[in-house]
């Protein structure tokens, strides 16, 4: 029983991990970075869509190397023109 009640713990204190590891990636950096949180737009529909399309951004910034998403948004609002010729 001992042996079992571990085994729920660490799978307990996995499955927190992996949830703050979401959290702070993702969640956390969406709302300092895009104030998610104080978003005003409504519905399902349209605020999965805008969140979403956050979310992809965040991509792009990750995949041009950037750590720090207040230095993509600052690079993209100075090099909008290099973006506009990837796409």
Do not use: C, P
């Amino acid at each position: 029983m001992k042996k079992k009640m571990l085994v729920m713990d660490e799978t307990f204190a996995e499955k927190i991990k992996a949830h703050w590891l979401i959290e702070n990636q993702v969640h956390w950096v969406k709302d300092v970075n895009f104030n998610e949180d104080k978003s005003r737009i409504k519905g399902i529909d349209v605020a999965g869509k805008f969140s979403l399309l956050v979310t992809l951004i965040l991509n792009i910034y990750r995949s041009l190397g950037f750590v720090s998403i207040k230095e993509g948004q600052s690079w993209l609002g100075n090099n909008w023109e290099k973006i506009l010729a990837i796409a």
